[in-house]
């Protein structure tokens, strides 16, 4: 009996203390936080680095996928980006970005399958931003071009610079990273 009662013990303080390691901000950082990224996007001047992939793969994709990355920390599902500089930013009315890709393409041409990431520069295209939930989080959107495809970019940024971002490219499957908003430097 008492075994069972220092195993359930032990199982309860282990689920106690499985809480986020992340550190809740106060609601002046917050604000101060808010208030520096709506002056980025006012200025179109941020970047998006890139941490995690998670491909929109069908299931068979997947396993493949999986069988390929075995003995890799990825996953079909999820790919550590932490080795590439996978990113994209802003800067007043450009627009850059080098994000990897893994997915299904479509129509793709046989001399550019070196290179199958995501890349685009020029004018952003239909820039919009739209804040919910009094700040807590910031939709942005844009199109990108570039030679062959066109990109929606579809990101969101939270108070605590966490950003989650999905691209839909119309050759390709969509695909969602997940990183950190940045400022750039004047």
Do not use: H
Not at 98 to 122: C, P, Q
Not at 139 to 166: H, L
């Amino acid at each position: 009996m008492k075994f069972k009662i220092s195993i359930l013990l032990i199982t309860f303080g282990t689920l106690m203390n499985c809480g986020s390691s992340k550190e809740k901000l106060s609601s002046k950082e917050r604000s101060e936080n808010l208030e520096q990224i709506r002056s980025a996007l006012e200025s179109k001047s941020f970047q998006f680095n890139a941490e995690f992939a998670f491909p929109l793969q069908s299931n068979d994709v997947i396993m493949v996928t999986n069988e390929l990355m075995r003995g890799s920390q990825n996953l079909g599902g999820q790919v550590n980006l932490s080795g590439n500089y996978d990113f994209f930013k802003i800067n007043g009315d450009t627009t850059e970005g080098k994000l990897s890709y893994f997915g299904e393409m479509r129509n793709v041409g046989y001399n550019d399958i070196a290179d199958n990431s995501i890349i685009f520069s020029g004018v952003p295209i239909n820039y919009s931003v739209e804040e919910k939930k009094n700040g807590e989080k910031i939709i942005i959107q844009f199109d990108a071009k570039n030679q062959v495809e066109t990109f929606r970019i579809r990101m969101v940024v939270f108070n605590n610079y966490d950003s989650n971002v999905i691209i839909y490219g119309s050759n390709r499957t969509a695909i969602r990273y997940t990183g950190n908003f940045a400022l750039l430097s004047e």
